[in-house]
């Protein structure tokens, strides 16, 4: 049966209990947790990073002391993770959690969980007619988790739709990634922070949406807060000359996008690199150049010798011998070329044969002859009957 949210409504000189008033806290406290629940996706929104500071025991034995970042993040209960101060990891914990079987230079991963504590005597004075309590109130902290290799893979179950807030008080069980250290069995404490592979798995918060919409004029995907110059942007721009998306890198605050690749309202592609990929259907890939006797000439780029043995591309070629008097047996005669073979075989291999005859200018026809391997020009076609490859 669906329990809808009820919001209490007091009459004038009503005498209010402290279940009604806590009723009151319960209700935006709820409504913010489903919020973060299911508009968007739980990790880290800011900050929380591990950093680690150089030092060295009394037996000179070199280790780091880790410390997490102040930040904030979301986990799958909606409730929100705030670090305010800096926190520096405890060593004796971490050996408590893993137990004496402590890998070195294995990555182990750190977890923040949400922590509800009870504070007590911090209500105000109670009535002085009648008996009660000082009340208190509830801290929202958080605890510090080690785990082994591989529960950064666990998956989580988020809990379901309800009215009601997550518990008052206790520890969330859903575990958000921090990051990585190592350990120094020498010294007894964390070795070093493994940032890598914490950029690969350190989850962060997101949006759950089918429809993102800007203010008329522009909307901008960018995978870092801050930007410098250099960083990745991706825009989808409403322009005066209509639809725009352009991905490439910021230059600077007021500054337009440096594009890499554009897309204009006519669909026209504009990209400062190579276009690569598959190719469509029944298209005609083309390869040019120059090649010496005895060379197997290329096939064009996405186009596979596997294409050619099934008979999915039909290979077209023309060549050309290549003449250049510079290339006449001696230079201070006159000599005219004989092309003897200018052809490919069926392996694709240039076969050329250039023969230098002598004219009659400074010595008879024939006078002296010469023979030997040439160059071509050539033009390689290939149609396709299905894609190539990138």
């Known amino acids: 049966m669906t329990a809808p949210v009820t919001r209490p409504i007091f009459a004038e000189g009503q005498i209010l209990q402290a279940a009604q008033l806590d009723q009151l806290a319960a209700i935006p406290r709820g409504r913010a ?23 060295e025991d009394s037996f000179g034995n070199a280790f780091s002391r880790v410390f997490l970042d102040p930040g904030l993040a979301i986990d799958g ?74 529960d950064e893979t666990q998956d989580q179950v988020a809990p379901a739709v309800s009215g009601k807030p997550s518990e008052e008080e206790g520890s969330s069980d859903w575990m958000v990634l921090v990051g990585f250290v190592t350990w120094s069995a020498a010294a007894q404490s964390f070795a070093d922070v493994d940032a890598e592979t914490a950029q690969r798995h350190r989850p962060s918060a997101g949006v759950n949406a089918a ?28 322009t005066a000359n209509g639809p725009e998306l352009c991905f490439g890198t910021f230059k600077g605050a007021g ?67 290549m003449i250049d008097p510079a290339y006449a047996p001696d230079p201070t005669r006159d000599f005219a070329a004989l092309v003897q073979e200018c052809r490919v075989d069926a392996d694709r291999r240039v076969h050329c044969r250039i023969a230098w005859t002598s004219l009659p200018l400074g010595g008879g026809v024939g006078g002296m002859l010469t023979s030997g391997p040439g160059a071509v020009s050539y033009l390689v076609a290939v149609a396709t009957s299905e894609g190539g490859t990138p």
């Open 77 to 150: 209960y909606g409730r929100e993770i705030l670090l305010t101060e800096r926190t520096e990891l405890s060593a004796s914990r971490f050996r408590q959690s893993i137990g004496n079987t402590i890998a070195e230079e294995t990555p182990y991963p750190v977890f923040v969980v949400s922590q509800y504590r009870a504070v007590t005597g911090a209500g105000g004075a109670t009535d002085a007619c009648g008996p009660g309590s000082a009340g208190g109130g509830v801290e929202e902290g958080f605890e510090l988790r080690f785990g082994q290799p591989g």
């Open 211 to 238: 429809t993102v919409a800007g203010d008329d004029a522009i909307v901008q995907l960018q995978p870092k807060g801050a930007l410098l110059p250099g960083d990745t942007v991706l825009q989808v721009s409403q």
């Open 33 to 55: 947790e489903r919020h973060n629940r299911l508009v968007h996706r739980p990790g880290i929104v800011n900050g929380l990073m591990l950093s680690p500071e150089p030092a």
């Open 255 to 321: 500054r337009p996008v440096d594009p890499l690749l554009k897309v204009n309202a006519a669909g026209d592609v504009t990209a400062k690199g190579a276009l690569t990929g598959k190719r469509t259907g029944n298209s005609v890939q083309v390869e040019s150049g120059i090649a010496s006797d005895g060379t197997i000439l290329p096939l064009p780029q996405g186009v596979t010798a596997q294409q050619v043995l099934e008979g999915k591309a039909t290979v077209h070629v023309t060549v050309s011998p």
